[in-house]
């Protein structure tokens, strides 16, 4: 995303002196401002609406079902701003744990709303690395059916993007910056560390 708020926000949160709070205050905000570019081609219909002044019509939203799909932990630190835009979607959770020595997600909970098959679904996860969690993730939701899935991310690594679109070349990536790559230990370079850690203050 080419936008100089993100960008300043980006880079606040990159600083290793920033503060659990302050860190999940700017991710909160950067969410937001991701979540704008992730929605604007969802389908609208036409009401009519009267105003103070007299009846029209105007659009809006042609669904009312929407499911944020957090992977667990760190994706839980984008619900709070995806809710703020979105108050009225449902949440739903996966929780993957990424082997430290394979590098390989595996998956610990899943959890979602009756229905969300049907639904647009936007996956959640402030770090795309390997691409392996999103990857899985995606996998997962499509065996249940699922065929409007979207992903949302802050940071990632080229590696990680590529991935994604030769493994889901169907399911557009929304995020806020691509970084130079990965390290030996499969961390985003320059990055802003662990976002899970930074989140809830575990680091």
Same mark, same amino acid.
């Given at each position: 995303m080419d936008h100089p708020l993100i960008e300043?926000?980006?880079t606040q949160m990159r600083n290793e002196a920033t503060t659990p709070p302050e860190f999940r205050s700017l991710l909160r905000e950067v969410t937001l401002l991701l979540g704008f570019e992730a929605t604007r081609d969802l389908p609208t219909k036409e009401v009519t609406v009267k105003t103070p002044i007299c009846e029209s019509t105007f659009p809006t939203l042609d669904a009312?079902?929407?499911t944020l799909v957090p992977i667990l932990r760190a994706g839980l630190g984008m619900v709070e701003g995806m809710l703020e835009l979105m108050p009225f979607a449902h949440v739903g959770h996966i929780g993957l744990v990424? $082997?430290?020595?394979?590098h390989v997600p595996e998956e610990y909970y899943y959890k979602m709303p009756p229905g969300f098959e049907h639904s647009v679904v936007l996956v959640l996860d402030p770090m795309l690395a390997t691409g392996g969690s999103a990857i899985d993730a995606i996998s997962r939701l499509k065996d249940r059916g699922c065929q409007n899935i979207r992903l949302? $991310?802050?940071i990632g690594a080229p590696e990680g993007v590529g991935a994604v679109q030769q493994a889901h070349p169907?399911?557009?990536?929304y995020i806020a910056a691509v970084d130079e790559g990965l390290n030996e230990n499969a961390y985003i370079v320059p990055g802003l560390g662990d976002a899970g850690d930074r989140i809830f203050g575990t680091c």
């Open positions: 300043a926000k980006l009312d079902f929407f990424r $082997n430290e020595e394979t949302v $991310n802050i169907d399911v557009d990536i």
